[in-house]
């Protein structure tokens, strides 16, 4: 029962460099989700993607890029690390197509520090 | 849109007493569906309880409530019998109707609440 699987679940960046947050749910759900939470902020959602194949911007997109590879996976890429994205980062999925469930599953999240 | 207020950024209870958790909502929808997660500080989220715009009955799952005032746009949470282990940031959030297989959750900003041996 894996549920939301997200990694890395810690990572340190230099200023300017780049990586991508891997996801990957098992539960067949249609929405992904990206969030990230900072202190006092609750969780802003960067992207999501709503079913394969399609991405939209969240509150807070800039800075990133998101790929709906398939149903399962969905990536966030930071493509030139800034301070400011010194954050957690929590991908989300929810929506089984034929059933009412309707709960946002989410994965471990990560701590990323950008210096 | 939706928007999620929580005004306790933090709250002590001793433990084995009762607390509640406030949140109020904002939406245009006539339906929608009210979460709240917990996450304690190892930092997973854990889903607690669910409550339907048309829900009658106030939600429960075992210690937890859901007080549902919807005229007053209101979701707190009630928490019986407090324990340690209850000491967690609680986040309220909200979906609106389903449309196209999404839906975007919004959250509040949280409430840091600690149990008081």
């Known amino acids: 029962n894996a549920g939301v699987t997200q990694t890395p679940k810690f990572q340190v960046l230099k200023t300017g460099q780049s990586m991508t947050l891997q996801c990957a749910q098992d539960m067949n759900h249609n929405s992904m989700y990206w969030y990230r939470q900072d202190p006092g902020m609750g969780l802003r959602l960067i992207y999501y993607?709503?079913?394969?194949?399609?991405?939209d911007k969240g509150e807070v997109p800039n800075g990133y890029n998101v790929s709906r590879l398939n149903k399962r996976e969905f990536s966030l890429r930071l493509e030139s690390a800034a301070p400011s994205q010194t954050s957690v980062y929590f991908c989300?999925?929810?929506?089984?197509?034929?059933?009412?469930?309707?709960?946002?599953?989410f994965g471990q999240g990560t701590r990323l520090t950008v210096v | 849109a939706q928007k999620i207020t929580q005004t306790q950024p933090g709250m002590f209870v001793q433990e084995k007493e009762a607390v509640t958790l406030d949140c109020t909502y904002d939406?245009?929808?006539?339906?929608?569906?009210l979460f709240w997660y917990k996450q304690p500080s190892s930092g997973e989220m854990i889903f607690l309880i669910y409550?339907?715009?048309?829900?009658?009955q106030n939600a429960t799952e075992g210690r937890y409530s859901l007080n549902f005032q919807k005229a007053r746009k209101s979701a707190n949470l009630v928490i019986s019998a407090s324990q340690l282990g209850d000491s967690a940031m609680y986040f309220c959030a909200m979906i609106p109707p389903l449309s196209g297989g999404y839906q975007k959750v919004t959250f509040g900003t949280g409430t840091k609440l600690q149990v008081i041996p």
């Open positions: 409550q339907g715009s048309y829900d009658e």
């Open positions: 993607s709503a079913s394969e194949g399609t991405t």
């Open positions: 939406t245009s929808d006539q339906s929608y569906g």
């Open positions: 989300a999925s929810s929506y089984q197509p034929g059933t009412g469930n309707t709960e946002a599953f």
